[in-house]
């Protein structure tokens, strides 16, 4: 599974410090309008915040839904813009409206993964314990 995450979050990762610059470059244009710039910098408040849906400490899990939520973010302003003023900021940034589009299903996707993963996980680890309840049962009526 970790090869399958690292495959689709690698483009993702070293997309970031594009993602960034465009970020930047969209809070600071005054073509935009004051919704257009809150709504980036909303996601990007939600980046740094502490208080998210998905926690922090949540390994991985937790890091997506940030970055996901930031790009929806961006991806958002960008549409509401004239296409020839979020094509100069994508193109700026050497990104793509299809980059975009793409991070977020790779990030969507890496989701699910974890998802299923770890309920696999989780039920397994139900599993163990029934068995261990059951065996300490069986322990204490042979005792009794």
């Given at each position: 599974?970790?090869?399958?995450?690292?495959?689709?979050?690698?483009?993702?990762?070293?997309?970031?410090?594009?993602?960034?610059?465009?970020?930047?470059?969209?809070?600071?244009?005054?073509?935009?309008?004051?919704?257009?710039?809150?709504?980036?910098?909303?996601?990007?408040?939600?980046?740094?915040?502490?208080?998210?849906?998905?926690?922090?400490?949540?390994?991985?899990?937790?890091?997506?839904?940030?970055?996901?939520?930031?790009?929806?973010?961006?991806?958002?302003?960008?549409?509401?813009?004239?296409?020839?003023?979020?094509q100069e900021h994508l193109g700026a940034t050497g990104l793509t409206s299809e980059d975009l589009d793409g991070d977020l299903s790779r990030l969507s996707r890496s989701g699910r993964l974890l998802a299923v993963g770890g309920a696999r996980l989780g039920w397994r680890g139900l599993v163990g314990v029934g068995r261990m309840v059951g065996r300490l049962g069986e322990r204490l009526r042979s005792r009794g």
């Open positions: 599974m970790r090869t399958a995450l690292y495959l689709l979050l690698s483009p993702v990762i070293r997309r970031l410090p594009a993602y960034s610059k465009l970020a930047w470059r969209l809070i600071r244009d005054r073509r935009l309008t004051h919704g257009q710039r809150a709504l980036v910098l909303g996601g990007v408040v939600y980046l740094v915040s502490p208080i998210d849906l998905i926690p922090g400490f949540i390994p991985l899990l937790g890091q997506m839904d940030d970055i996901a939520v930031t790009l929806w973010a961006i991806r958002a302003a960008l549409r509401r813009l004239p296409p020839e003023i979020a």
